[in-house]
C-alpha cells in the first residue's frame, strides 16, 4: 500500500478537493482499492460526504456514522486505544472505514480531534500511531487490501498530520496561483524537513490547483499570471532539492479553476475535472514507483 498525506498551512487551497478526487479517480482503475481519511477536526471531507446535492443529510452514511461512534470505532477511539498503556487491540471492520463505493472507501472525522491538540497525548507516541493504524488496516481480513491510502490533513501541524508525515509515501501539496504560492511552499517544506527529521523526508509533489485558463485565443497552457507563479514555484523547488537533497516535484497537469466546484464532492466529479485528476494521478503514480536515488 503506497501512502500520500495531502497538506498545506494554506488554508483553502483545495487538500480536501485533491483527496477525494484523486481517491475517486484512483479506484476507478480495475482491481485497484483506495482509502481516503479526514484529519481534520474540522470535517470538511465528512460533512461533504454526510451531504447531498441537496444539501440535505445522506441518510446511508449518516446512519452509518451514527453507530461508528456508537461501538467506539471512529478514528479518536482508536488513537485513544494506542495511546493506553495496554497493547493496541483496535480492530478494523466496515465499523471502522466506511465503503462510498465497492473500492473508494473512507474513514471520516470526529470532532473529538480537536482534542489532540491539547497537550493531552504523548507526542513522541503519537508519531507512530498512523503507521501502526495501516498495519492493522493491512492484516484485517475485514476489509479489502488497498492500493492506496490518501490523508486529507487540516491546515496545520497537527499532531495527526505529523504522524501521517513520519510515515507516508508522498506528501502532496496543492498550490493555487497567487502571492504565497511559493512563499508558503518554501516555508512549508523548510518546516516539513525540520519536523520529520531524523524520519527520512519522504518524496514531495506540488501541483497548481485553480489554474487560470489564457485570455482569447492565445494557444497557451495558462494564464501570464497562473505561469509566472508557477515557475516561482519551480524555482523554490529546484532550489530546495539541490540545497536539502529533497526529492521534489512539480507536476505537469495542474486543476484549473472551475466556476460552481463548490459541491462537487456531494454531486460527483464533473467529467472534465475527472480527466484532470486522472491525468494528475498518473504522474502521482509514476513518481511514487520511481526508485528513491
Ligand atoms: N479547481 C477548483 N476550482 C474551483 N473551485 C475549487 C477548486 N478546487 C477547490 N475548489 C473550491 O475551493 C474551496 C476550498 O477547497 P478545499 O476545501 O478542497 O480546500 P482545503 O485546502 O481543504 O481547505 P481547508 O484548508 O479549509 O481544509 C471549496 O469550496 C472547493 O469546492
Ligand atoms: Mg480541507
Not at 70 to 96: M, R, Y
Not at 164 to 191: E, M, Q, R, Y
Request: aromatic share 12%; proline share 4%.
Amino acid at each position: 500500500m503506497k501512502t500520500i498525506a495531502t497538506i498545506n498551512f494554506k488554508g483553502g487551497v483545495g487538500k480536501t478537493t485533491a483527496t477525494w478526487a484523486l481517491g475517486n479517480v484512483a479506484a476507478r482503475d480495475a482491481g485497484v482499492s483506495s482509502l481516503i481519511f479526514d484529519l481534520d477536526a474540522q470535517m470538511s471531507l465528512t460533512q461533504a460526504i454526510a451531504l447531498n446535492e441537496d444539501g440535505n443529510p445522506f441518510k446511508d452514511f449518516t446512519n452509518w456514522y451514527e453507530r461508528s461512534i456508537s461501538k467506539k470505532k471512529t478514528i479518536f477511539d482508536a488513537l485513544d486505544e494506542f495511546t493506553k498503556p495496554t497493547a493496541f487491540n483496535f480492530g478494523v471492520n466496515h465499523d471502522f472505514i466506511y465503503k462510498i463505493s465497492d473500492r473508494y472507501h473512507f474513514v471520516p472525522s470526529v470532532e473529538d480531534l480537536y482534542w489532540t491538540e491539547l497537550e493531552l497525548f504523548d507526542r513522541e507516541k503519537v508519531k507512530f500511531f498512523i503507521q501502526r493504524l495501516l498495519e492493522k488496516v493491512q492484516n484485517s481480513s475485514n476489509v479489502p487490501k488497498y492500493n492506496y491510502a490518501l490523508f486529507d490533513c487540516p491546515p496545520s501541524f497537527s499532531l495527526l498530520s505529523y504522524s501521517v508525515l513520519s510515515t507516508c509515501d508522498l506528501v502532496l501539496i496543492p498550490i493555487n496561483p497567487d502571492f504565497f504560492a511559493a512563499k508558503g511552499l518554501s516555508l512549508l517544506l523548510n518546516s516539513l524537513r525540520m519536523r520529520i527529521e531524523p524520519f527520512p523526508v519522504p518524496k514531495i509533489g506540488v501541483f497548481m490547483n485553480r489554474a487560470k485558463k489564457p485570455g482569447g485565443s492565445s494557444i497557451k497552457h495558462y494564464s501570464n499570471e497562473t505561469q509566472r507563479y508557477l515557475d516561482d514555484a519551480a524555482d523554490v523547488l529546484r532550489h530546495v532539492a539541490a540545497d536539502r537533497g529533497l526529492n521534489v516535484r512539480l507536476f505537469d497537469q495542474a486543476i484549473f479553476d472551475k466556476v460552481g466546484m463548490k459541491r462537487a464532492i456531494q454531486e460527483g466529479l464533473p467529467t472534465d475535472f475527472a480527466a484532470q485528476y486522472s491525468n494528475l494521478w498518473k504522474q502521482i503514480q509514476s513518481f511514487l514507483n520511481e526508485k528513491t536515488k
